[in-house]
């Protein structure tokens, strides 16, 4: 089998194959062992684990994920690559490619129809690992954890920065409401950084990659989930604004219930958005739900 990792066969296969790049699907191929042994090792594979991965590009990911776990899923957009992929996943049986748009496939679904009887039978447990297309890395996430996937661990190279908002703390620059979403649902733990000179093409912009292991249960509890991000992002609306003004700028309620709102959640209004912790977030939230009442 032809070594993937190695820039010489990488572009040899894509000029047999008379394959066009297309930086617009955020075709970023990497080829460093090291990185994928890091990213596999994170997702601690077993051979009871049906894995799903999004854009398998040109399998190099796929073949380490095919070799560790029970089952891979591999749910790629590209139908030029689609060739390509089953040349470089003969070897593997255990590695199914789906060709669809990853942003519109109902995972939970997949995995149910992979299990119950099907090629992923036996599943213990789900993960998704992925070197995934930056240009979409916010709307996948968050299809990822609110769409009733039931993962265990999600192990995914993304930009750098986009990483590190993930895993932020509040008061720092990086915390906003993609990190409380995440939060929310996992605990983040970057794996480590990825240098652009490790891909073909070199993408522009420095990689991370994420372990995000799902939470048993949510660190807060909530009346409603739907109000509780309504009312991060409002509080996120107008990061230079005090909370009190972002708050009444996006809308949700008039100042003076936001006031009122603020005073029962014992919440500072002159504080900023990003100064709250989800616990405070919780607090304001179930507050503002039920003075919807
Ligand atoms: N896994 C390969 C690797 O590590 O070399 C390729 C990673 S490349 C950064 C991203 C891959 O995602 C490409 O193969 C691209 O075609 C695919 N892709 C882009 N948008 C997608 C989408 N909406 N759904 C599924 N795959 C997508």
């Given at each position: 089998m032809r070594e993937l990792t190695s820039p010489s066969v990488v572009k040899d296969i894509i000029n047999t194959y008379g394959f066009r790049v297309r930086k617009a699907l955020g075709q970023n191929f990497l080829m460093d062992a090291n990185i994928i042994d890091k990213i596999v090792n994170a997702a601690e594979?077993?051979?009871g684990d049906l894995v799903f991965e999004i854009g398998p590009g040109l399998g190099v990911l796929t073949q380490r994920l095919a070799r560790s776990a029970g089952k891979v899923i591999a749910v790629e957009i590209?139908?030029?690559?689609l060739p390509i992929l089953t040349e470089t996943l003969?070897?593997?049986?255990?590695a199914q490619v789906v060709h669809a748009d990853a942003l519109k496939v109902d995972f939970d679904r997949l995995a149910a129809e992979h299990t119950e009887g099907g090629f992923?039978?036996?599943?213990?447990s789900f993960k998704l690992v992925a070197n995934l297309p930056y240009y979409i890395t916010t709307p996948i996430l968050m299809h990822l954890l609110t769409s009733?996937?039931?993962?265990d661990c999600l192990v995914v190279m993304m930009q750098k920065e986009v990483a590190e908002r993930l895993q932020a703390s509040p008061g720092?620059?990086?915390?906003g409401s993609l990190s409380i979403a995440v939060q929310y649902y996992t605990v983040p733990e970057i794996v480590t950084r990825v240098p652009?000179?490790?891909?073909?093409?070199?993408?522009d912009v420095e990689s991370a990659v994420i372990q995000l292991t799902r939470r048993k249960r949510p660190p807060v509890t909530l009346e409603s989930e739907e109000v509780f991000f309504k009312v991060v992002r409002a509080a996120f609306g107008?990061?230079?604004?005090t909370l009190l003004n972002s708050l009444t700028g996006s809308?949700?309620?008039e100042k003076e219930t936001w006031i009122k709102i603020l005073e029962e959640a014992a919440?500072?209004?002159?504080?900023?958005?990003?100064?709250?912790?989800i616990e405070d977030f919780a607090n304001l939230a179930n507050t503002y739900h039920r003075y919807q009442e």
């Open positions: 594979l077993t051979p590209d139908k030029n690559l003969t070897d593997f049986d255990n992923g039978k036996g599943a213990k009733g996937f039931n993962f720092g620059k990086d915390y652009k000179t490790v891909f073909f093409p070199a993408p107008q990061r230079r604004k809308g949700l309620a919440i500072d209004p002159t504080r900023r958005g990003e100064t709250l912790t």
